[in-house]
């Protein structure tokens, strides 16, 4: 038996990594996750988990090896050059998921443009030797807009997060959003329509993460910082929608 060991994070899972793979427990999104895992792999994007096998109510993914960006972030995470990196790799990610057909079960009866990952952000991102090297718990992939799934990117990693809640998440000196936000959708490629409703989107996101906590009873210490969070985007919408869209 080779040595075993429980993974930091997992918010919604325990994750034990064995040798170099992670063994987790199965869920009801998880026929979707691995259709996606095995479209990725056959596609040749190396910055996902690969599906090994299954067992029982289990499911045996390759580790990916690095520093997973948790709270506190490292300095480097917080660097612009990180920044183009996350944005090329979600665009790259979207771009690939165009002409990924999901099982018919999860096919949504609305139109969507990609598959969005939905919970992009730096503690499910994989970083070696100072680069972004990989993605990590799709749980909530989902078939999506492109800039539904942007949103909660950009308020993670620009970081859209007031300035309390971003010197708890380890940014000093607080940083210059509005230039980081232009960062982002430049490196991203983002088109002039999805630029205009950035802003509404994020807090449309913001929102739904807070109903969704309300009624799953989950996570509701965290309702506040999200609440306030809206309160400074909303004073700072304006400002930040000219920048991305001069």
Not at 87 to 114: C, G, M, N, Q
Not at 151 to 171: E, I, K, M
Request: one cysteine or more; glycine letters at 4%; hydrophobic letters at 40%.
């Amino acid at each position: 038996m080779s040595q075993q060991e429980i993974l930091k994070g997992g918010n919604s899972n325990r994750v034990i990594k064995q040798a170099n793979t992670v063994v987790r427990k199965m869920s009801a999104a998880s026929p979707f996750v691995h259709a996606l895992f095995r479209y990725l792999t056959d596609a040749g994007f190396r910055e996902s988990p690969v599906l090994i096998e299954t067992f029982g109510d289990q499911e045996r993914l390759s580790y990916l090896d690095g520093e997973v960006g948790h709270y506190p972030l490292q300095p480097y995470m917080q660097s612009d050059a990180s920044l183009i990196e996350v944005a090329k790799l979600l665009r790259r990610f979207h771009d690939l998921t165009r002409d990924f057909v999901p099982p018919p079960e999860s096919i949504p009866s609305s139109p969507y443009e990609v598959i969005g990952h939905n919970d992009f952000a730096p503690y499910n991102c994989v970083y070696k030797d100072g680069h972004l090297v990989g993605i990590i718990d799709f749980d909530t992939a989902a078939p999506a807009s492109r800039v539904w799934d942007i949103a909660y990117a950009v308020y993670r990693f620009v970081p859209l997060t007031n300035d309390q809640h971003s010197r708890d998440c380890g940014w000093s000196p607080i940083p210059d959003r509005a230039a980081r936000l232009k960062l982002f959708c430049d490196a991203y490629g983002l088109d002039a329509s999805d630029r205009h409703k950035l802003m509404d989107t994020v807090q449309e996101r913001l929102q739904a993460l807070i109903a969704y906590m309300q009624a799953n009873a989950s996570n509701l210490e965290h309702i506040p910082l999200y609440i306030n969070d809206l309160d400074y985007m909303k004073e700072s919408q304006a400002f930040l929608t000219d920048t991305i869209t001069a």
